[in-house]
């Protein structure tokens, strides 16, 4: 059995208009299942601690404007929203506690997980000890200030799927670009140029994923590099194949 740990946004407003935001239920719920499901161990942490909120709307499941099946059943249950209100911050986490770390996106970690030093530090220092560390969308930005043993950047020469330009421009403003931010630090964007389609990818201990869609996918790359945690990891690994190109 192995101990993920989640990491929320703290945030809940944007900037400027002040426009209520929080993590992407979805992009949390889902792969939270997927694990429980599994029979590992979850822990709900945040980037500041105590109380995380999600992101108005997100629980809803495509046009269709009903609550995901998963969003349901956590919010269902008294003892998983309690978990909400009591999250571990990030800088009480250590990383020797945990075999994986997992960051949902949504609109509020462009903001705080990047600017909070103890996020990129605990990143380096899972994946440096042969853990997996996973992000879905925007989650990406706790890969920005992580480092790897040489002191360059962790992304450097890996494959990243992250929440494109079109998409983030599509749901609302956005305070930069994370496909761009990557890529200054070295990233190899790899995308699905159908608009909010699933991507995911898995390049030796980071998972990474393009949208909500990609969540599911995310999660069972995360489980498979659990499960090769004994073993040799691949290199690369897709779901779906898709094609990689710089944004421009």
Same mark, same amino acid.
């Given at each position: 059995?192995?101990?993920?740990?989640?990491?929320?946004?703290?945030?809940?407003?944007?900037?400027?208009?002040?426009?209520?935001?929080?993590?992407?239920?979805?992009?949390?719920?889902?792969?939270?299942?997927?694990? /429980?499901?599994?029979?590992?161990?979850?822990?709900?942490?945040?980037?500041?601690?105590?109380?995380?909120?999600?992101?108005?709307?997100?629980?809803?499941?495509?046009?269709?404007?009903?609550?995901?099946?998963?969003?349901?059943?956590?919010?269902?249950?008294?003892?998983?929203?309690?978990?909400?209100?009591?999250?571990?911050?990030?800088?009480?986490?250590?990383?020797?506690?945990?075999?994986?770390?997992?960051?949902?996106?949504?609109?509020?970690?462009?903001?705080?997980?990047?600017?909070?030093?103890?996020?990129?530090?605990?990143?380096?220092?899972?994946?440096?000890?042969?853990?997996?560390?996973?992000?879905?969308?925007?989650?990406?930005?706790?890969?920005?200030?992580?480092?790897?043993?040489?002191?360059?950047?962790?992304?450097? /020469?890996?494959?990243?799927?992250?929440?494109?330009?079109?998409?983030?421009?599509?749901?609302?403003?956005?305070?930069?670009?994370?496909?761009?931010?990557?890529?200054?630090?070295?990233?190899?964007?790899?995308?699905?140029?159908?608009?909010?389609?699933?991507?995911?990818?898995?390049?030796?201990?980071?998972?990474?994923?393009?949208?909500?869609?990609?969540?599911?996918?995310?999660?069972?790359?995360?489980?498979?590099?659990?499960?090769?945690?004994?073993?040799?990891?691949?290199?690369?690994?897709?779901?779906?194949?898709?094609?990689?190109? /710089?944004?421009?």
């Amino acid at each position: 059995m192995a101990r993920i740990l989640f990491v929320l946004t703290s945030r809940r407003e944007t900037g400027g208009n002040r426009t209520p935001t929080g993590f992407h239920w979805e992009e949390f719920v889902t792969p939270y299942w997927a694990f /429980r499901d599994a029979g590992h161990e979850v822990v709900v942490g945040s980037v500041l601690g105590g109380e995380a909120t999600g992101l108005p709307g997100s629980e809803v499941d495509g046009p269709h404007g009903r609550i995901s099946r998963s969003v349901r059943r956590f919010q269902e249950r008294g003892q998983e929203m309690e978990l909400l209100q009591g999250t571990l911050p990030v800088v009480a986490a250590k990383a020797e506690d945990f075999d994986a770390l997992f960051f949902p996106g949504g609109v509020g970690p462009l903001w705080d997980l990047h600017e909070t030093p103890e996020v990129g530090a605990l990143v380096s220092a899972v994946l440096a000890k042969g853990g997996v560390v996973a992000t879905v969308s925007t989650g990406a930005a706790a890969l920005l200030t992580a480092l790897d043993a040489e002191g360059e950047p962790i992304v450097r /020469r890996r494959r990243i799927s992250t929440a494109p330009d079109a998409e983030l421009s599509a749901v609302g403003p956005a305070p930069y670009s994370i496909e761009a931010a990557l890529v200054e630090r070295g990233a190899r964007i790899g995308r699905n140029e159908y608009m909010f389609r699933p991507h995911a990818l898995r390049d030796g201990g980071l998972v990474t994923g393009q949208n909500p869609a990609s969540a599911a996918p995310v999660a069972r790359l995360v489980l498979s590099a659990l499960a090769d945690m004994q073993g040799a990891q691949p290199t690369l690994e897709l779901v779906p194949p898709a094609l990689f190109r /710089r944004p421009g």
